[in-house]
Nanobody
Framework: QVQLVESGGGLVQPGGSLKLSCVLS????????VGWYRQAIGQQRDLVAL??????DYSDSVKGRFTISRDNAKKLVYLQMTNLKPEDTAMYYC???????????????WGQGIQVTVSS
């Protein structure tokens, strides 16, 4: 089994910054694509950022403000968020494609989510 645990969320004022972290643990042979999604109250879960190898993709709403990165050796995924806006308020979820064995197929996993609130 594979677990993803997010940290670093909280309350921040508009224009502020936060850095989210996600640590992967469990039966992991290989980590593929990783990323962050978010879901505001009453809304669907939307992509924020994904990274495969060293090639990141961002939603238009966060381009230039958010940066995704990964540390494969430490099984960590980060999301640096700057110039935060009230509309960034949401539950943020970490995502990863993982193989648990050399002959295993890829499976996707999600964290439990962490709240980010941008408000004055």
């Amino acid at each position: 089994q594979v677990q993803l645990v997010e940290s670093g969320g909280g309350l921040v004022q508009p224009g502020g910054s936060l850095k989210l972290s996600c640590v992967l643990s469990g039966s992991i042979v290989e980590i593929g694509r990783v990323g962050w999604y978010r879901q505001a109250i009453g809304q669907q879960r939307d992509l924020v950022a994904l990274i495969s190898d060293n090639s990141p993709d961002y939603s238009d709403s966060v381009k230039g403000r958010f940066t995704i990165s990964r540390d494969n050796a430490k099984k960590l995924v980060y999301l640096q968020m700057t110039n935060l806006k009230p509309e960034d308020t949401a539950m943020y979820y970490c995502y990863a494609d993982v193989r648990s064995g050399l002959r295993s197929s890829w499976r996707n996993y999600w964290g439990q989510g962490i709240q980010v609130t941008v408000s004055s």
